[in-house]
């Protein structure tokens, strides 16, 4: 999931949290938007919520849930503010990671595009849209193949088998 969760106020999380812990999937993956950070100062506690929907919430981290072949790397919002010098670092996120694999970014701004283009990124998930992006796998690997076909790095391709 990448980001903005809530819309006026933190505890806006709360509503969402039934549907998120019914979500089944082998490992869930999440990153805060700056919705989730800058209006209500709420990270911390959208953070709980979604861990405890049993989601692995990335701060420019990277993870091997899948293996040591492919790195899925989560980013902070780049707008993020906590008080502490943190948010957005991809410098940090990608300090481990091998440019020998793979790797599903996720960055909740779509603009990090040009700043990403430094770091081995085959495949780059936002958010920030408001609902203006393709969701959901399934519809995404049937009616969206011939996009993938033409973007998604020869890298990932034994990830995500087209016909």
């Excluded at 950070?37 to 709980?48: D, F, N, P, R």
């Excluded at 780049?78 to 010098?85: E, K, M, S």
Aim: hydrophobic residues 40%; proline residues 6%.
């Amino acid at each position: 999931l990448t980001g903005d969760y809530v819309v006026r106020k933190k505890e806006g999380i709360d509503d969402l949290v039934p549907f998120l812990e019914q979500l089944v999937s082998p490992v869930k993956i999440a990153i805060l938007g700056n919705h989730d950070h800058l209006e209500w100062k709420g990270g911390e506690y959208i953070t709980s919520r979604l861990e405890y929907a049993r989601f692995n919430v990335l701060e420019n981290q990277a993870i091997y849930p899948f293996g040591p072949e492919l790195a899925i790397i989560g980013l902070d919002d780049v707008y993020a503010d906590r008080g502490n010098g943190e948010g957005f670092n991809p410098k940090k996120a990608f300090l481990n990671v091998s440019s020998e694999i793979p790797a599903i970014v996720l960055s909740h701004q779509p603009d990090t595009f040009t700043i990403l283009k430094d770091y081995r990124a085959d495949l780059i998930l936002s958010g920030h849209t408001h609902g203006g992006q393709i969701i959901g796998a399934p519809f995404i690997f049937s009616s969206y193949e011939w996009i993938l076909n033409k973007f998604l790095s020869q890298s990932l391709r034994k990830f995500a088998p087209l016909s």
